[in-house]
């Protein structure tokens, strides 16, 4: 099958090349043969291989020839032979002359044949001797393509040699198109005798998967295809490399539709079926796959026995795949092809015919293929009650997705005109169509389209004073990112007159919850115990409990009690499971899994909770939207306790449900944090430039400042310092959040940007914003005072760098300030500003030309922090500085899943990341836990004590499952697998 074979790469075929060449050349010995029969459909890319393969057994230093056969049978003996021979003398080196001899002497050995009754014998002893001088002792293999075709000398000449007959050591590489071995072909009881010899071997070769197919796709395009691109691709070709590469082409090129080429192929393929298979095929493109057999059977109108026949021909030709549910098309082309084979008569009685056989099967769900099958039927009418029906049933599976796609569809049958055989529509109210299409549409993480089919409920107008709809599209607002206007909609109806009681606490209660999300606690807890006050007037409130409940315990552990609130949390999530719907079971664990990881600080929990609550909400439906902002909880979490590695895994598993709105900005935050870091700068910016560009209609401070501080960050290793700064300074002044631990990291970022333009007078320090920052700071810290204690710890950890930055731009650098620092991070158990802070201490007392020693201890300690996290730019700066003070590195190998530093982080840190200094040389390692954290060094105490994990969580106040995780973590870190070893390691380090 024709393609452009040069251009496109050999993509998803490893570890068949090395089967191959173990098969053909590595396993096999002196005077031994060898076969393996590639089998599989037409472009599933037999030709590449066998290419492929005979360069690298070519390069191995065996004899290759290689032929093709002709589809004329019989007519041209020996054809595929002559023609390998013919090839491989007019590749043949002019120093050759031996084996060109031997070459054209056995064509004139087969020129010369006479064709007598006697002579097939001699024949074929004569090529054996002259495969064999041509040999000349080394390895022969005979790569024949199209073998379907092949003419019977040829196959005669094959079980001769691979007989062993011919006394030399020969293998045959062959390919056979599957499709074609049908009824009495020939070749059929050939490759039967033939696999009787344990030297040979038939290799099935089966389409690529989804990720070769997107390699594939890619290659070709020039560039990674789009999520909704790549799972067209892979739906028409099934991965079929010759149709992919063809798909390909054609969005490369800008063509739409279907190509020529594809599309007589596969008519080709079809027409040769007898008359039954070809209605087979045409009726399984027509229906919903899988196509059961029963349904199948009444829709053909055919006879048990003949059904089974015409079933058996369209497998056998490699257009239907057969599975215990059903048949389904082995290339969803096959239909768009089929699709306009048909009159439009004949697709719509095939249609009906399917619709009439699921009405009468009892006792089954079939109203999605009902909907289907009347609406292409030309039959809405009959179309929409069924596709209401399964709208309804994919909503109480909370198939959201699914529920909006059939209400879509009910929108639209219901505006089609009806014919009069079809009958008059049922009587349905529109507007409940568009409520319910709106409302799945939200839930299913279509945000803006929600928004738009709640205008078109209100005829595009300014709302008319409806509470609930009010309500709705203030929802719908805040999920698309677009706070100020859905604030606005939630104070509008707590003012109005005319609303109910359950209209004002459901009100008040997404209220709490959208200031919660913007940072303002205070409102937020006022609003939450408002929500309360009404909901106890109101039966039948719970969502409206849950949703207060968690802003109020959430306010609560922030500003006041972080026990009581915490349990409040707690509480709110248990009521929610016991009665709530699943957006109620989904907020509370989002706000339980936030409090965990932010203000409380409980970092191993909140991973915990925030991953064990991902699974639920995924099976409530709700995976594009509240699983996809836990899972970016849990990235957030993994990233501050230093397990970079493993964020890296559960965002990638997040950014599969492709979210939109705040749930994307959420997961893309996450992701840009954990790029930072490793210093990779073309990812930072991009997620960075989608990030502004979503909230360019306006963003809450949970979304602006951190996109801010990631902004100053970046910029920060870039050595643009002014960039930075601009950054800090918006956040600055467009912040109103109560959060004193953003602030704080926001404040510390631009002070540290200052520091650095300072250090390396590259930028002019600006002493208008210095001045704001301190100002900032000394909110900060009074604003601290007041707050929960965790919440006050979080915040001294970032005064503390704020106050250590100052002394860098005062001049002094004082080291005892980054040791208070580097101090306050260790109890928190975040590595990364901890060892930050080392660097900036030892970079200190190096200025101060004292404590030498202390500061290449804390450079060493420091570089082994930033080493295991993969975290490029510090590494990049602790090497530096050790370069110029000419401490001695030690080097350790990262451990084992950790993702190494990148090397495309063009322009971060002061040298190339890669590169270390030639003074930065490896020594034996001083303290081997000085990966560990100080919570993982307490496990790793109790584990050397010979304590369970049980009997740790107890004396750690910590659950046994959360111990779990520290134990895997120690044993990555130490790279031991079994807590004897880890035992050992911590006593050695303790001396004893």
Known sequence: MASDVDSAPLVGRADQLAALRAALHDDIGPGQTAAVFVTGESGVGKTRLLTEAAARLRDAGAVVLTGSCLDIGDASPLHPVLQALRRFDADLAAGQARTSSAVRGLLRTFAEESGGADSAGALLERVSAGLSLIAEGRPLVLVLDDLQWVDRTTRQLLLYLLAGLGGLQLSVLAAVRAESLQGAHPLRRVLTELRRLRSVRVLDLAPLDRADTDRLAGEIVGTPLAPEAADQVWQRSGGNPFVVEELARDLRDGHDGLSDTLREIFLSRVDV????????????????????????????????????????????????????????????????????????????????????????????????????????????????????????????????????????????????????????????????????????????????????????????????????????????????????????????????????????????????????????????????????????????????????????????????????????????????????????????????????????????????????????????????????????????????????????????????????????????????????????????????????????????????????????????WQGRHDVARQAVQRGLTESRSDDVVLLGALAWHGLRAEAEAHASRTVAVDPTAVRRLRDAVDRVAAKSVTAAGPVRLNADGFLALCTAELTRLDGRGDPDAWARSAAEWDKRHHPYPAAYSRLRQAEALLARRSRSSTASKLLRQAHEMALSLGAVPLTSEIRTLAGRARVELTERAQPTGRRPGRTRSTGVGRQSAGAAPATATVEPVADELITLTAREREVLTAVAEGLTNREIGQRLFISERTIGVHVSHIFDKLQVRTRVQASAIHLRNRGE
Not at 289 to 309: N, Q, S, T
Not at 545 to 559: R, T
Not at 566 to 581: F, N, Q
């Open 273 to 716: 079926l007898p008359r039954q298979a070809h209605a087979a095929v045409h009726a399984v493109a027509a229906g919903v796959e899988p196509v059961e057999h029963w349904l199948l059977a009444e829709v053909l109108g055919l006879p048990e026995p003949e059904l089974i026949g015409a079933l058996r021909e369209a497998v056998a030709h490699r257009l239907l795949v057969g599975a215990d549910d059903g048949y389904r098309l082995r290339h969803r082309l096959v239909a768009e092809v089929l699709a306009h084979e048909l009159l439009p008569a004949e697709r719509a009685g095939l249609h009906r015919r399917y619709a009439e056989a699921l009405t009468q099967a009892p006792a089954e769900l079939h109203q999605a293929r009902l909907a289907h099958h009347w609406r292409l039927a030309g039959e809405p009418g009959r179309a929409l009650p069924a596709a209401m029906a399964a709208a309804r049933e994919a909503q109480r599976l909370h198939g959201f997705a699914e529920a909006h796609r059939h209400w879509s569809a009910a929108l639209q049958l219901a505006a089609t005109p009806t014919s009069g055989r079809s009958g008059a529509p049922p009587e349905v109210d529109r507007a409940v169509l568009l409520e319910q299409a709106a409302e799945t549409a939200h839930q299913s993480g279509e945000h803006a389209r929600a928004l738009s089919l709640l205008a078109e409920l209100t005829g595009g107008e300014p709302l008319a004073p409806s509470c609930g709809l009010r309500i709705r599209r203030a929802r719908y607002l805040a999920a698309a990112g677009r706070s100020a206007p859905a604030e606005a909609e939630y104070r509008g109806v707590l003012e109005s007159v005319d609303c109910t009681a359950r209209d004002r606490a459901a009100a008040a209660a997404r209220l709490a919850e959208l200031l919660l999300h913007l940072g303002r606690y205070a409102d937020a807890g006022q609003r939450a115990r408002e929500a309360l006050e009404l909901a106890a007037t109101v039966d039948g409130s719970t969502t409206e409990v849950v949703l207060a409940s968690s802003a109020l315990g959430f306010s609560e552990a922030f500003l006041e009690d972080p026990d009581a609130g915490l349990a409040v949390v707690r509480r709110a999530l248990e009521t929610a499971e016991r009665s709530g719907g699943p957006e109620d079971v989904a907020c509370a664990y989002l706000h339980l899994a936030e409090l965990l990881t932010g203000p409380l600080n409980i970092l191993e929990e909140g991973v915990v909770v925030a991953r064990r609550g991902a699974e639920r909400v995924a099976e409530l439906g709700l995976g594009r939207t509240y699983e996809t902002r836990l899972l970016a909880i849990a990235t957030n979490g993994l990233f501050r306790v230093g397990q970079w590695a493993e964020a890296e895994k559960v965002v990638a598993a997040a950014l599969r449900h492709r979210p939109s709105g705040a749930d994307a900005v959420e997961l893309l935050l996450a992701r840009c944090r954990l790029s930072v870091g490793y210093g990779d700068v073309e990812a930072s910016d991009r997620d960075l430039e989608a990030v502004a560009t979503m909230l360019a209609g306006g963003g809450a401070p949970r979304h602006v400042l951190p996109m801010l501080i990631l902004r100053a960050g970046l910029a920060m």
